[in-house]
C-alpha cells in the first residue's frame, strides 16, 4: 500500500489548482448567468495540457492516468464545477482510444487536446434514461453508410460539440438485448443533424447540454466505434466505469470548495460578540463535512487508481459515486447553511456550488443505478 | 499511490479470518452471557502470533505495523468483537514502546505476544473522562518510590491485568494541567491494588472492563515510563494516535461482519413470495451499508499506513475513528432491522453486534472528542 501521491502528481495538482484559482473565479459567475460554455478558458487549458491528459502521447495527449484526470476534474470543481466542465470536451475520447480503430484514434482524438475540436457521448434519450437498454435510436446499414433517426436528451456539449459518440440501435433484431447496439461516431456539420441547447439547468450553467435530433444523418460505415458489431453496450459500461470516477471527483471537488469557503466565512464572520468557529455546533459540523470529503477522496481515488492498474471495479466505481454524490450534496447543503443569509445570495457562490453539486447525483448513472449495481454485486440475481 | 495490500498483508488477513471463524462462533455467546474474557482464546491467538504484532523483534514481537495490527483487529471483529478483544491485552505497550526506556521494553514487552502477560492502561477517573488533563490519581515520591492513591474507572482488562500504565499526577504543584501527568507502570499485584470487574455492560462483555482502587500502592521509581516527569499528556496522545485506529477498525469489521450475515438473511428470507433480497428497499439498504463500511475502511487503512510511515496525522485518525464508530452503529442498526424480530432476539447472535458496536463510538476518545480534533486542526484555536 502506498497512500501518498507521486511528486508528479502532486505537481499536477498543484498545477490544476493555480489555473482553476487564477482563471475561474473572475469569470465563474458571469458564465453561469449567461448560460455560456468558456470557450476562452477552454483554449487555455488545451495549451496547458489539462485537457485530455489521459489520451496517450502518440494521440496528442499526456499518456496518464484516470487518477490524474480525477484528481484535475477535483481541482477545478473546488474553485468552480461549471467551468470545471470544460474537462469534459473530451468526453467520449475514452471509447475511442479503448475501442477506436487505428484510423478513429489519428482522426479524432489529437485535435481534443489542441483544443480544435470539442466531443461529447449520446447515450440518453427522453425515455430512456437509467434504463438504457431501451434506446430507439436507429442506425440502419445502407451499403457502406449508416442512416442514423432518433432523439438523444440531456447531451453534454450537445450543442457545441464537433462530433458526438452516439449510442445507437444497429442490430434490432438481436436476440440478445445486450447485442442490439452499436457506437457511431457523427459529425454535428451532417445533414440532419439537429442540436437545440437546453437553458434553465439547475447548475453547471457554463457546461453545455443540449437535446439532440437525428433525421437521416448518414455517416460512412468506418463510423462505426470499433471494427465489431453489436458490441455498442459493452462499450458503453466500460466507458461509464471510467466516467463514474470522473464524476465522482467532482463530487468531492465542490464538496472540497465549499468546504473550504465555510471554514473561511465562520473564522471571519462574528456573532454574540464571537466569531462562529467558536462555537461547538459549528466545529461538529465543519469536521463532520470534512471527515466525508476525506472518505469521498480516498474512495474515489482508489477507484481511479484501480482503474489505472487494470482492475476495473464496477461496485468499487459505483461506491464512490454514489457518495461523493451524495457528500457533494451534504456538504454544499451545510455550507450554505452556515453562511446564512450570504449563502442564498449569489454574492458568496455558495448558492452556485449548492446548485452545481446536485448534477452528480443524477448523470452518468444516477445514484439509484449506483446502488443497483452494488447490490446486484452483494447479493447476485435475486 | 497503490490502494493493494501486499501478499504478506493479504496473507496475515487470511490467517486472522480463518482463526477466528474457527474459533470465535463456539464461544462467543457464552462468553458474551457469562461475560468473561476467552482466556483459551487468548492462549491461541498468541501462540498463533496474532496478539502484538506491532511490537519490535527485539522485544519478541514480528515487528509489524499498526496496519496489519488493524487488519487482524477488523477480521476478529467481523466475526465476534467481544472475542476480538483478546487484542487488546497489549494496550498500554504503545507507551513503552515509544516513550519507556530500555529496561523496560526488555522487562514489559516480551511478554504480551509470548501469551504471559496482559497489560492495559488506567487512564479514565469517575470524574476526568474526555476532559483527561483533569485526572487526579497522585503520585507522590516517598523515599525512592512512587505512592500512587486515586482511582480509575471503565478499565479495560483492569481485573486480568498483570500490569497496567497509569496515568498519575506526579507534580501537583504544575500549574498547567497537561504538564503535572506521568505514566507509571503499576503491577496488580500490588499491596494496595484494587479492581473491581464492572458487570452488565452493553456489549462488549467479553472484554475485562474494572474500576481500580489505588491505596498507597507503592512502585519504585524506575516505574515511571521514559526518564522525565510530566510528559504523561503529551505521550498519551501520541498512544491514542495509535490505539484509535485499531478501535475505529473494529467498528469497520463489526459492520462487515453485520453486512455479510444480512446479505445471506436477504437471501433466504421469504416474504410475499420471494425473497426479501429481490426487494428494491432491502437492495438499496444494503448498498448504502456496503458504500459506508467500503469508505470507513479506506480511511482506517490511510491512518494506518500513515502512522506506519511515520505520518501520523492526528485529523485523519479521528476522522477514521468517529467515521467508522458512526458507520458502525449505523450499518448494525440496518442488519438488526432487516433481520427483523429474529434480530432482536438472542439465537441469531444479531443483538450482540447492536450491543457491541456502540462502543466504538465512545471508547479510546468518544466521537465527539474525536470531533474536537478535526474542528481543532481545521480551524486552529
Known amino acids: ?382 | 499511490m497503490d490502494f493493494e495490500l501486499t501478499d504478506e498483508q493479504k496473507d496475515i488477513q487470511k490467517a486472522a479470518r480463518e482463526f477466528a471463524e474457527k474459533t470465535f462462533p463456539e464461544v462467543a455467546e457464552e462468553c458474551d452471557l457469562n461475560e468473561t474474557f476467552p482466556m483459551e482464546l487468548w492462549k491461541k491467538a498468541c501462540d498463533l502470533g496474532f496478539v502484538g504484532v506491532f511490537i519490535d523483534e527485539a522485544y519478541g514481537g514480528p515487528g509489524l505495523g499498526f496496519l496489519e495490527h488493524a487488519l487482524i483487529t477488523e477480521e476478529f471483529s467481523r466475526v465476534d468483537a467481544g472475542c476480538g478483544a483478546i487484542l487488546t491485552t497489549t494496550l498500554g505497550s504503545e507507551f513503552i514502546l515509544f516513550s519507556g526506556r530500555e529496561e523496560q521494553k526488555k522487562k514489559y514487552l516480551p511478554l504480551l505476544p509470548k501469551g504471559e502477560a496482559i497489560m492495559g492502561m488506567a487512564i479514565t477517573e469517575p470524574d476526568a473522562g474526555s476532559d483527561v488533563a483533569s485526572v487526579s490519581t497522585t503520585a507522590r515520591k516517598v523515599k525512592g518510590h512512587y505512592v500512587i492513591n486515586g482511582s480509575k474507572i471503565f478499565i479495560t482488562n483492569g481485573s486480568i491485568g498483570d500490569y497496567l500504565v497509569v496515568l498519575c499526577v506526579t507534580d501537583e504543584g504544575e500549574k498547567i494541567k497537561s504538564k503535572r501527568l506521568s505514566p507509571i507502570l503499576i503491577e496488580t499485584n500490588r499491596e494496595g491494588f484494587e479492581a473491581n470487574k464492572l458487570e452488565r455492560k452493553l456489549g462488549m462483555r467479553a472484554s475485562d472492563t474494572a474500576e481500580i482502587n489505588f491505596s498507597e500502592v507503592k512502585v519504585p521509581l524506575e516505574n515511571l515510563v521514559g526518564e522525565v516527569e510530566g510528559e504523561g499528556f503529551y505521550q498519551l496522545m501520541t498512544v491514542f494516535n495509535h490505539t484509535r485506529v485499531a478501535v475505529a477498525i473494529s467498528g469497520v469489521g463489526i459492520a462487515q461482519g453485520g453486512l455479510e450475515k444480512a446479505i445471506q438473511y436477504s437471501k433466504q428470507r421469504r416474504q410475499f413470495g420471494s425473497p426479501i433480497g429481490s426487494f428494491q428497499g432491502i437492495q438499496f439498504k444494503l448498498a448504502e451499508m456496503a458504500s459506508l463500511i467500503e469508505a470507513a475502511r479506506a480511511l482506517c487503512h490511510k491512518a494506518a499506513w500513515m502512522v506506519d510511515h511515520g505520518k501520523i496525522d492526528p485529523k485523519l485518525i479521528s476522522m477514521a475513528k468517529w467515521f467508522s464508530g458512526e458507520v458502525g452503529v449505523k450499518v448494525i442498526d440496518e442488519v438488526v432491522q432487516i433481520h427483523g424480530g429474529y434480530g432482536y432476539l438472542g439465537e441469531y447472535g444479531i443483538e450482540r453486534l447492536y450491543r457491541d458496536a456502540k462502543l466504538v463510538e465512545i471508547v479510546e476518545g468518544t466521537k465527539e472528542i474525536e470531533k474536537v480534533i478535526i474542528a481543532r486542526e481545521l480551524l486552529g484555536r
Open chain 1, 1 to 382: 500500500m502506498d497512500f501518498e501521491l507521486t511528486n508528479r502528481q502532486k505537481q499536477i495538482r498543484m498545477a490544476a489548482r493555480e489555473f482553476a484559482e487564477g482563471e475561474f473565479p473572475v469569470v465563474a459567475r458571469e458564465y453561469d448567468r449567461r448560460e455560456e460554455f468558456p470557450r476562452e478558458l477552454w483554449k487555455k487549458a488545451c495549451e496547458l495540457g489539462f485537457i485530455g491528459l489521459f489520451i496517450k502521447k502518440e494521440y496528442g495527449g499526456l499518456g496518464l492516468g484516470f487518477l490524474e484526470f480525477a484528481m484535475v476534474m477535483e481541482e477545478f470543481w473546488r474553485v468552480d464545477p461549471g467551468c470545471g466542465n470544460i474537462l469534459l470536451t473530451t468526453f467520449g475520447a475514452e471509447l475511442i482510444q479503448l475501442y477506436g480503430t487505428e484510423e478513429q484514434k489519428n482522426k479524432y482524438l489529437p485535435p481534443l487536446t489542441k483544443g480544435k475540436a470539442i466531443m461529447g457521448t449520446a447515450i440518453t434519450e427522453p425515455d430512456a434514461g437509467s434504463d438504457i437498454l431501451s434506446i430507439l435510436t436507429l442506425a440502419r446499414r445502407e451499403g457502406d453508410h449508416y442512416v442514423i433517426n432518433g432523439a438523444k436528451q440531456f447531451i453534454t456539449n450537445g450543442s457545441i460539440a464537433h462530433y458526438l459518440a452516439v449510442f445507437c440501435l444497429t442490430h434490432p433484431e438481436a436476440d440478445s438485448r445486450l447485442k442490439r447496439f452499436g457506437v457511431i461516431l457523427i459529425e454535428t456539420d451532417r445533414p440532419g443533424f439537429g442540436a437545440l441547447k437546453i437553458t434553465g439547468k439547475l447548475g453547471i450553467r457554463a457546461s453545455d447540454t443540449a437535446e439532440l435530433r437525428f433525421s437521416d444523418v448518414r455517416v460512412p460505415k468506418d463510423n462505426l466505434v470499433g471494427e465489431k458489431e453489436g458490441e455498442g453496450f459493452s462499450q458503453i459500461m466500460q466507458i461509464f466505469n471510467i466516467n463514474r470516477v470522473i464524476a465522482a471527483s467532482q463530487g468531492v471537488g465542490v464538496a472540497q470548495g465549499a468546504l473550504d469557503k465555510a471554514i473561511q466565512y465562520v473564522k471571519k464572520r462574528k456573532q454574540f460578540g464571537q466569531p462562529l468557529a467558536t462555537f461547538q455546533a459549528i466545529q461538529f459540523k465543519i469536521a463532520e463535512m470534512a471527515t466525508w470529503v476525506e472518505a469521498a477522496r480516498t474512495l474515489t481515488y482508489k477507484a481511479g487508481w484501480m482503474i489505472d492498474h487494470g482492475k476495473v471495479d464496477p461496485k468499487l466505481i459505483s461506491v464512490a459515486k454514489y457518495i461523493a454524490g451524495e457528500v457533494g450534496v451534504k456538504v454544499t447543503n451545510d455550507a450554505l447553511q452556515l453562511h446564512g443569509g450570504y449563502g442564498y445570495i449569489a454574492e458568496y457562490d455558495m448558492e452556485r456550488f449548492y446548485r452545481d453539486a446536485k448534477i452528480v447525483e443524477i448523470y452518468e448513472g444516477a445514484k439509484e443505478i449506483e446502488k443497483n449495481t452494488i447490490a446486484r454485486e452483494l447479493l447476485g440475481r435475486v
